[in-house]
């Protein structure tokens, strides 16, 4: 069966320092990734997507970043944290554009 | 641009009570329309997908209808139980989108 390992859950970072989350899934190949923020309040917000190594799709410009070092590997990044960068960061995976999209457990962000 | 819409924001029902909860969407060319369920402080759990060839999906006391003309979606629980009690949210993909673009949830308590 196919698991969506994110970490870490929770995260405190001043402004200004980098950012790494990483996402890995297990029992597929080729999956499109997907990372999502939820803000308090606000929907999700689709960031970036994958459909393949070193594919990399921006939905929103901002000072986040996205790389795919690998087929099952998604890395979200941020060269130096904005207050308005916290929130709750969801890796998802799904087979193809019409497939359920499954979400990993997230990534709470503190910013202060 | 696909705009989601769910109301209420909230919801509390007795247990055992059937219940509906509803979804609209702006654009009638919507590719699928998901379900998910998400626990406080979790990832979201996906429940049912529709196709937009498809009318409704079935599974076990849920069951999700799509009504592209008139812009709707709901979700019938039947039989409710305390363990229902969760944010659902539905999403929607527009035709050549990656993006799902969510509604903001209506949280559910199930009282006992």
């Known amino acids: 069966s196919q698991t969506i390992h994110q970490w870490p859950a929770t995260l405190v970072q001043p402004v200004g320092s980098p950012l790494s989350l990483e996402c890995t899934v297990e029992?597929?190949?080729?999956?499109?990734l997907y990372w999502y923020r939820q803000a308090a309040g606000r929907g999700l917000q689709l960031l970036f997507y994958?459909?393949?190594?070193?594919?990399i799709s921006s939905e929103v410009p901002q000072n986040l970043s996205a790389s795919r070092p690998q087929d099952r590997q998604f890395i979200l990044s941020s060269k130096k944290l904005l207050l308005s960068d916290s929130g709750f960061y969801l890796c998802?995976?799904?087979?193809?554009?019409?497939?359920?999209?499954?979400f990993g457990n997230g990534t709470r962000l503190t910013v202060t | 641009k696909q705009e989601v819409t769910q109301i209420p924001a909230a919801l509390s029902v007795p247990e055992g009570e059937n219940l509906v909860l509803n979804c609209s969407f702006t654009?009638?060319?919507?590719?699928?329309l998901q379900w998910f369920r998400q626990d406080p402080g979790k990832g979201l759990t996906s429940l049912l997908l529709?196709?937009?060839?498809?009318r409704e999906q079935t599974s076990g006391r849920l069951n999700a209808s799509l009504d592209k003309s008139s812009g709707r979606s709901t979700l019938y629980i039947a039989a409710s139980q305390p363990g229902d009690s969760a944010t659902y949210l539905c999403?929607?993909?527009?035709?050549?989108?990656?993006?799902?673009?969510f509604g903001k949830g209506t949280k559910l308590s199930v009282i006992p």
């Open positions: 998802a995976w799904s087979v193809q554009r019409n497939s359920p999209l499954h």
């Open positions: 029992g597929t190949s080729n999956p499109n």
């Open positions: 994958s459909v393949g190594i070193g594919q």
């Open positions: 654009d009638s060319a919507i590719y699928n």
């Open positions: 529709i196709q937009s060839s498809q």
């Open positions: 999403a929607g993909s527009g035709a050549g989108s990656y993006q799902l673009t």
